[in-house]
């Protein structure tokens, strides 16, 4: 089978090789690979810059977003049969409950273990979740991280709905999925960029106000004057260091910030963000659960949408699709067919 393997740092270190087919053991799946989705976290693993577990050929699979269809059973696997549609959760050792950093962290495809860059993944069924009955494979893909960071965010740690306001930044995958999660609860949606093609992107996907943080850098005052002063319900913090004051600025008092991401260079850090003396809320979020990306897939299937794919790349240009999202050319997600 077709494999990628990262064999030191940087884009150009990623190599397709052949590897024998896996067999499944006890409780296992074995998952032919159609579709693949890349997170800005995967550039950070293929730069050195984000922790990559011990792999057993002292090399990494990458890639952690992938649904495929299910090829053959272990023994003792019961919970899928031959043919199922399936989605592999970000952390395949935290199926459920509160966050474990432990249980979690050592179990990260494509980063602690071994991902899903591969024509077919061994993983246990536990760590398996159907696809929507609604999504083909290429959208499908794109739930298992930044899907279910949006959903944790707005729908199980809170519940984000109609009355209210969601500040989203920028239209890289968390924030195009928090803009239609909102937009589906009939939230009022605000929307920034750099881009005004993209904000115009934005608008067709139902966001409510936009604002061009290149042009207009106190993205923070518009936002509070497009709430009349009051300041947004909620935001979705996804710059990380380099925009947490202006997120904090642009809350009302007791509004709530998720901290999600790190796309200005560092994760803003939630002491900080609690410094702030206005009452404002500061959530976390580590993707989620087996469970969450479950109920997020069972959502799509009663209230259906479907997830942005900005464009599809073949599996032999891989390194081309990582090109891309590194440009910050993409508007929701990027995608590898297998």
């Excluded at 090789?17 to 067999?23: L, S």
């Excluded at 979690?104 to 760590?127: F, P, Q």
């Excluded at 934005?202 to 106190?218: E, M, S, V």
Aim: charged letters at 20%; proline letters at 4%.
């Amino acid at each position: 089978m077709r494999t990628y393997e990262l064999r030191g740092d940087g884009i150009g270190a990623l190599v397709q090789v052949e590897r024998p087919v896996p067999k499944p053991g006890p409780r296992q799946a074995l998952v032919r690979v159609h579709a693949v989705s890349l997170n800005y976290r995967d550039l950070l693993v293929a730069d050195g810059t984000y922790p990559r577990g011990p792999a057993a050929s002292g090399t990494l699979v990458p890639g952690s977003d992938a649904a495929g269809e299910v090829v053959e059973l272990g023994p003792e696997a019961s919970r899928f049969s031959r043919g199922d549609r399936v989605m592999a959760a970000f952390f395949q050792g935290w199926l459920d409950g509160p966050f474990v950093f432990e249980a979690a962290a050592s179990s990260a495809l494509g980063g602690s273990i071994d991902g899903v860059l591969s024509d077919y993944i061994v993983v246990n069924e536990a760590g398996l979740v159907k696809v929507p009955a609604n999504l083909e494979y290429e959208a499908a893909c794109t739930l298992p991280c930044s899907g279910v960071t949006a959903w944790v965010a707005l729908h199980e740690l809170d519940t984000v709905g109609a009355g209210q306001t969601l500040l989203a930044q920028g239209t890289g995958g968390v924030s195009v999925f928090a803009l239609q999660l909102a937009k589906r609860a009939g939230a009022t949606v605000i929307l920034t960029s750099s881009s005004d093609e993209k904000l115009a992107r934005g608008k067709r996907l139902g966001a409510d106000h936009t604002i061009n943080y290149r042009d207009t850098p106190r993205w923070d005052l518009i936002a509070r004057e497009f709430t009349g002063g009051r300041g947004v319900d909620h935001l979705i913090e996804v710059g990380g260091a380099g925009t947490l004051e202006q997120s904090l600025n642009a809350l009302r008092e007791g509004g709530r910030v998720v901290l999600a991401g790190q796309l200005s260079g560092s994760m803003a850090s939630r002491e900080a963000a609690e410094k702030n003396a206005r009452a404002i809320r500061v959530d976390q979020v580590f993707v989620g659960s087996a469970n969450h990306l479950d109920r997020l897939a069972r959502s799509i299937e009663q209230s259906p949408f479907t997830p942005v794919v900005d464009r599809v790349f073949p599996f032999d240009a891989v390194s081309d699709a990582y090109r891309y999202l590194e440009s910050g050319a993409h508007f929701g997600k990027v995608v590898i067919r297998v």
